[in-house]
């Protein structure tokens, strides 16, 4: 299982990857694990803000439905739409072609409450 260094991860399961102002957003390698198979994601194309611990849509695998939580406050930039047509990407590609949405965050201090890579590892019991 992959653990990448440079990104954030949530109670939820969620990583966050930050680039200047923008979050990018995704699902944990654990997550997608133990989630199964990934065939369907819904995050509403019209999507314009989100906030903090506010869920933004679903994915769906073989074994169950699960929310999708933002971690911090913001404008919604771009939301991956190629995951529509595949997600099974999301358990190919978590950390790359797998990412959900990029947020303009508008406080970033929210990061300071996310766990870094040991703290989650832990988490998950890894």
Known sequence: MKFPENLKYTKEHEWIKVEGNVAILGVSDHAQSELGDVVYV????D?????????????????TVADLYSPVDGKVKEINSAINDNPE???????????????????????DSLMDTDTYKDFVGQ
Do not use: C, H, R
């Open 89 to 111: 990407t999301i358990n190919s590609d978590p950390y790359g072609d797998g990412w959900l949405i990029k947020i303009e965050m508008s406080d970033s201090s929210q990061l």
């Open 47 to 63: 999507l314009e803000e989100v906030e903090a611990g506010s869920d933004f849509g679903t994915i769906e695998a073989v074994k």
């Open 42 to 45: 819904d995050i509403d194309e």
